[in-house]
């Protein structure tokens, strides 16, 4: 007599972890196949659970998004906090590099989570708080760097948008395979990055007679 076989249990998450496990399939396919690619339903089926079973933690792709992009945000104020922390000891601008050289380098490495982080029209930013507070904190930081380290005369309010305009820039270009265009004949990928964050934080110490 032949016992019947037991069929072999799911692997793809713990009981009572499904949320988590949804955001590592979103964030396995968004790797794999960018954010078309990405949809509750094939996150679901990532997971190995029921095509509905998604839907009491996430009522839409947004929501999937959003959660997703809480985690990844939450990982990058995390890499900077830890990168000023590591230069404690330096001046203003020393440490403010070190949070644009973080932010780059985490960009770098997680090209799809950057996409999703920074395309608001992708996430409920405005209805996430944990968005809202981390990219805060980072703003934070950075807007006290460099009150204090730039040089007298220099609008510190400009100088954020600066900031934030080429750090954002320069990971775009990095993320969409534009950076080497720009770069034909010196540095490549994170060289260009770090000299030109060099070259702006060299501006700052100099005053607006540097520009």
Same mark, same amino acid.
Request: overall charge negative; charged content about 20%; proline content about 5%.
């Given at each position: 007599?032949?016992? /019947?076989?037991?069929?072999? /249990?799911?692997?793809?998450?713990?009981?009572?972890?499904? $949320?988590?496990?949804?955001?590592?399939?979103?964030?396995?396919?968004?790797?794999?196949?960018?954010?078309?690619?990405?949809?509750? $339903?094939?996150?679901?089926?990532?997971?190995?659970?029921? /095509?509905?079973?998604?839907?009491?933690?996430?009522?839409?792709?947004?929501?999937?998004?959003?959660?997703?992009?809480?985690?990844?945000?939450?990982?990058?104020?995390?890499?900077?906090?830890?990168?000023?922390?590591?230069?404690?000891?330096? @001046?203003?601008?020393? !440490?403010?590099?070190?949070?644009?050289?973080?932010?780059?380098?985490?960009?770098?490495?997680?090209?799809?989570?950057?996409?999703?982080?920074?395309? !608001? !029209?992708?996430?409920?930013?405005?209805?996430?708080?944990?968005?809202?507070?981390?990219?805060?904190?980072?703003?934070?930081?950075?807007?006290?760097?460099?009150?204090?380290?730039?040089?007298?005369?220099?609008?510190?309010?400009?100088?954020?948008?600066?900031? !934030?305009?080429?750090?954002?820039?320069?990971? $775009?270009?990095?993320?969409?395979?534009?950076?080497?265009?720009?770069?034909?004949?010196?540095?490549?990928?994170?060289?260009?990055?770090?000299? @030109?964050?060099?070259?702006?934080?060299?501006?700052?110490?100099?005053? /607006?007679?540097?520009?």
């Amino acid at each position: 007599m032949t016992l /019947p076989v037991a069929p072999e /249990p799911r692997q793809s998450y713990h009981h009572g972890n499904l $949320r988590q496990a949804l955001i590592d399939a979103a964030l396995a396919l968004l790797e794999e196949g960018g954010v078309e690619a990405l949809s509750v $339903r094939s996150a679901a089926q990532r997971a190995g659970v029921s /095509p509905g079973a998604p839907f009491r933690h996430f009522a839409s792709r947004t929501a999937l998004l959003t959660a997703l992009a809480e985690e990844a945000t939450s990982q990058l104020r995390q890499r900077v906090e830890a990168a000023v922390q590591d230069a404690a000891h330096a @001046a203003p601008l020393a !440490r403010f590099t070190s949070l644009g050289q973080a932010y780059l380098g985490w960009a770098c490495e997680h090209p799809a989570q950057f996409r999703v982080v920074s395309d !608001r !029209r992708l996430i409920d930013f405005d209805g996430s708080e944990r968005l809202q507070a981390d990219n805060e904190a980072i703003r934070q930081l950075m807007g006290r760097l460099l009150t204090d380290g730039v040089a007298p005369g220099i609008d510190v309010r400009l100088a954020q948008l600066t900031a !934030r305009a080429l750090a954002y820039g320069l990971a $775009r270009m990095a993320c969409d395979g534009h950076l080497d265009e720009w770069t034909p004949s010196g540095p490549g990928g994170g060289e260009a990055m770090s000299a @030109a964050l060099s070259f702006f934080v060299q501006l700052l110490e100099g005053g /607006p007679s540097a520009g």
